[in-house]
């Protein structure tokens, strides 16, 4: 992602794949996409739904924060807690 030509970037994952949220992208967005989907192939990765978005600025937590990497997924149970 630091080879983007844009402002700030954020990548967001939920239950539909992975959104791209992208301010100030100079470059195509479908060429963004296909250059993360085939960094992911090389990598032999699993490859999502991958979404760009274009947005003003990218949103920050209530500290101020502006997080690359947000995951919206529900937790996986670990199984029951281990006693003793």
């Known amino acids: 992602m630091?080879?983007?030509?844009?402002?700030g970037w954020q990548l967001v994952q939920d239950n539909s794949g992975l959104?791209?949220?992208?301010?100030?992208?100079?470059s195509d967005p479908d060429a963004m996409r296909q250059a993360i989907e085939q960094a992911l192939r090389s990598r032999g990765a699993v490859v999502p739904a991958i979404r760009i978005e274009r947005?003003?600025?990218?949103?920050?937590?209530a500290s101020g924060k502006a997080p690359l990497i947000k995951r919206?997924?529900?937790?996986?149970?670990?199984?029951p807690a281990c006693s003793g």
Do not use: K
């Open 2 to 7: 630091e080879r983007v030509a844009a402002t």
């Open 19 to 26: 959104t791209v949220l992208v301010s100030g992208l100079a």
């Open 55 to 61: 947005v003003p600025a990218i949103p920050r937590s």
């Open 72 to 79: 919206h997924l529900p937790r996986r149970d670990s199984g």
